[in-house]
Nanobody, 122 residues
Framework: QVLLVESGGGLVQAGGSLRLSCVAS????????MGWFRQAPGKEREFVAG????????AYADSVKGRFTISRDNAKNTVYLQMNSLKREDTAIYYC???????????????WGQGTQVTVSS
C-alpha cells in the first residue's frame, strides 16, 4: 500500500502562486510515477502534471504548460507542484496520485491522496 498526503492548497488571487506538496509513504519504488490531477465542480477529473521518480522525466497538460512545474525530492519522498500565474479556471480540488510505472499522462493511477482545495479569485 501507498499513502499520499497533499498539502499547500488555499485561496489566492488571479496571477498569484501556490506550491502543492505530496508526501508518499508505504510501498514506494524508484520506478514509480507520480501525478497531479484536478477536479473542478461539475467537471471530470483531469491530468495536470506527472513525473518519474527515477530520471525525473515530466509531462504536463497543455492548459498548464509554462505556468506549472512539477518536481520531486527523492530523499523526502515528496513531489511538488509549483503553480504560477494562476487563473480562475485553475480552481479545483488537486489530487496527488501514483502508480508503479507506465505512461505518465494517463488517468490510470493506482493510489490517490485525499485532495487539497485550490481557489483562485479574480
Amino acid at each position: 500500500q501507498v499513502l499520499l498526503v497533499e498539502s499547500g492548497g488555499g485561496l489566492v488571487q488571479a496571477g498569484g502562486s501556490l506550491r502543492l506538496s505530496c508526501v508518499a509513504s508505504g510501498r514506494t519504488f524508484s520506478s514509480y510515477v507520480m501525478g497531479w490531477f484536478r477536479q473542478a465542480p461539475g467537471k471530470e477529473r483531469e491530468f495536470v502534471a506527472g513525473i518519474r521518480w527515477s530520471g525525473g522525466s515530466t509531462a504536463y497538460a497543455d492548459s498548464v504548460k509554462g505556468r506549472f512545474t512539477i518536481s520531486r525530492d527523492n530523499a523526502k519522498n515528496t513531489v511538488y507542484l509549483q503553480m504560477n500565474s494562476l487563473k480562475r479556471e485553475d480552481t479545483a480540488i488537486y489530487y496527488c496520485a501514483t502508480k508503479a510505472g507506465g505512461i505518465i499522462a494517463t488517468a490510470q493511477y493506482d493510489y490517490w491522496g485525499q485532495g487539497t482545495q485550490v481557489t483562485v479569485s479574480s
